[in-house]
């Protein structure tokens, strides 16, 4: 499954490492690519995103729900 999460505050490469770096640390998710011009990650994952989005939002970013 592919989720499309917006996320505001990311303005750098720096900042898409940190996102990619937190899609990622999450059992299930197979890939992360940040679009930083439309403020996007895709997660390629299986089973719940929320895990996914919580994880993006404790390292200090906010999730547009």
Known sequence: MKTVIKIEGMHCMHCAASVEKAALSVSGVKSAKVNL???TVTVE???NIDLVIKNIENT???VVK
Do not use: S, T
């Open 37 to 39: 011009e439309e403020k």
């Open 45 to 47: 994952h299986e089973g």
């Open 60 to 62: 200090g970013y906010d």
